[in-house]
């Protein structure tokens, strides 16, 4: 029979650039993945999910794809990947690829017969191309802006030279937006996902996943005061798209899962895309911005909990990602709210506290019903590096913001594993080019190697918490009770039968409830007077 493995499953984000590089050039590559899969089996996730790999110029980190069908020849080969998706199903690690609607390269063979074309052919209506507005067609079509700043469109010259007509682009310029109203476009879709779910992929992510449907009149937007239905986001044609994906999902003897990056703040919205015939799950991004108070938390819980009750779907917790701040560096400022605070990037960390409230948190995501999303390094307690050299940055936010957002290479900085000193075991001892984004040299204190030694690691908490997780029959099923009422200093819940998670989030340290065993706590209790330290969760048992 077919198992529904993603309503509960541990799922490991690997950024490929920057995981392990196995052939010494400074980026990581799928060699580096695969050699490190044992690592990742004993770590104790289900399921990887991989940052896009295909062939790109890197214009936004691989979101920006130029051919779905192959692999950027930085990271390797499609046969690598092959052997990769087989080898990890052999480790018993499910796959998930990224596929991204809403645009692709401006270097994919879509977008430059688009470019060679004239105005009104049918190449160019694979993409939203416009007149200028203004006597010569001098200024944008509309007033919209890139989500990365800066306007939305690119002029382009005509095929014979002249300055000719604006397309749109949502993101950065080299990703321009498709025009989802052209069949050809779903139909191209539907075929990636058949050539990624016939190579054995498990499941896809499905990127910035409310954004593809637009209004085709593209109307002048108020950002402040945003219409409903707004000309871009969440627009009820984007669901016509996801149930066309999931009856090819469903086509295949074990069903494939469809993710969804689904940011907005409406809850009975974001339901609507997990209705039975459109996508799996979602990522819980109320979850991630919420800041590190009981009962701003207790309430996302609820929140999370209700509205994908009514419509069936498992619940996601994730905390980091390669978009957001990393949390050990986040939860460690005065304000822990918002997964990106550009705002903040200067504000004062106390990295010991941010470090204490990471490993509360895993406690945390891993107790609650559904499946709990890990971000490479998060195992490690790495924090964000907020001091990258400029002339390093890669980021389109920090380029098109004139460095006024420093953006999110902060959270991309290639992995540690062993050693002393940069690379840090990410390249091997022979590579010719150092990584990619500079490794802080207190990084040693971060590599696996050193961590695994330590019992009371952070490394060794992920370890021993997922294996309990993994072998507890009460964490697999929905079973969940609040067990005691909203104090805005804790959360304490039972799952299953006699699994209790309580967590202290007050500044005082708490007497522990009743209970048989304790099964693991994220900083060690006294043995003289068990008491819950603030800012620590416990696993509890009860007979
Ligand atoms: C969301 C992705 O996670 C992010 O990294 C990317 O820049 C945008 N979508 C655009 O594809
Ligand atoms: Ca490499």
């Not at 990619?436 to 019992?455: I, N, V």
Request: aromatic residues 10%; negative net charge; charged residues 25%.
């Amino acid at each position: 029979m077919a198992t529904a493995w993603w309503r509960d499953a541990v799922i490991y984000q690997v950024y490929p650039r920057s995981f392990a590089d196995a052939n010494g050039d400074g980026i990581g590559d799928l060699a580096g993945i695969r050699a490190k899969l044992p690592y990742l089996a004993e770590l104790g996730v289900d399921a990887l999910w991989f940052t896009p790999w295909y062939a790109s110029p890197l214009a936004d980190g691989g979101y920006d794809v130029a051919d779905y069908r192959r692999i950027d020849p930085a990271f390797g080969t499609l046969a690598e990947a092959e052997a990769l998706i087989a080898e990890a199903h052999r480790t018993g690690l499910r796959i998930i690829v990224d596929i991204v609607p809403n645009h692709v390269s401006d270097q994919h063979v879509w977008f430059q017969e688009a470019l060679a074309a004239a105005p009104g052919s049918e190449a160019r209506n694979l993409f939203w191309f416009r007149p200028g507005r203004g006597s010569g067609g001098e200024l944008p079509p509309n007033n919209w802006t890139s989500e990365f700043g800066g306007p939305a469109w690119t002029r382009v010259p005509d095929p014979d030279g002249t300055p000719g007509e604006w397309y749109l682009h949502l993101f950065a310029a080299e990703q321009p937006d498709l025009n989802w109203n052209n069949p050809k476009v779903a139909e191209e879709h539907e075929s990636v996902l058949r050539f990624w779910f016939d190579r054995g992929v498990d499941g896809v992510r499905i990127d910035s996943a409310t954004m593809p449907a637009k209004d085709p009149e593209l109307p002048d937007l108020d950002r402040r005061h945003p219409p409903t239905p707004h000309p871009y986001v969440d627009r009820d044609a984007v669901h016509a798209i996801y149930r066309g994906w999931r009856a090819v999902a469903d086509g295949y003897a074990e069903p494939r899962a469809l993710i969804g990056e689904v940011w907005l703040d409406r809850p009975d919205r974001l339901a609507a895309y997990l209705r039975p015939d459109e996508l799996h799950t979602a990522f819980n991004f109320d979850y991630l911005n919420c800041p590190w108070d009981a009962a701003r938390l207790r309430a996302v819980i609820d929140r999370t909990l209700d509205s994908h009750r009514a419509v069936g779907a498992a619940a996601t917790w994730v905390l980091s990602n390669h978009d957001v701040t990393r949390h050990a560096t986040r939860y460690g400022r005065a304000d822990t709210a918002m997964g990106r605070n550009p705002a903040q990037h200067r504000a004062p960390v106390d990295q010991a506290l941010g470090t204490r409230r990471a490993r509360a948190a895993i406690l945390l995501n891993l107790a609650l019903p559904g499946s709990t999303y890990l971000y490479q390094g998060e195992e490690l307690g790495l924090p964000e590096v907020q001091d990258i050299p400029d002339a390093f940055r890669q980021d389109p936010i920090f380029f098109r913001t004139h460095g006024a957002d420093i953006g999110r290479d902060g959270c991309r900085v290639p992995l540690p594993w062993s050693g002393t000193a940069p690379p840090f075991g990410f390249s091997p001892p022979n590579a010719t080019t150092a990584p990619w984004l500079p490794q802080p040299a207190r990084w040693s204190e971060y590599t696996p190697q050193a961590l695994g030694r330590d019992p009371d690691s952070i490394h060794s908490l992920y370890r021993t918490a997922l294996r309990l997780r993994r072998a507890d029959a009460d964490l697999h099923t929905d079973l969940f009770r609040w067990l005691s009422e909203p104090d805005g200093r804790t959360l304490h819940f039972r799952r299953g039968r006699s699994f209790h998670c309580l967590a202290n989030l007050a500044d005082e340290p708490m007497a522990l409830p009743e209970h048989s065993e304790v099964l693991l706590a994220s900083t060690p209790l006294g043995t003289r007077d068990p008491a819950l330290p603030p800012d620590t969760t416990v696993w509890l048992r009860t007979t």
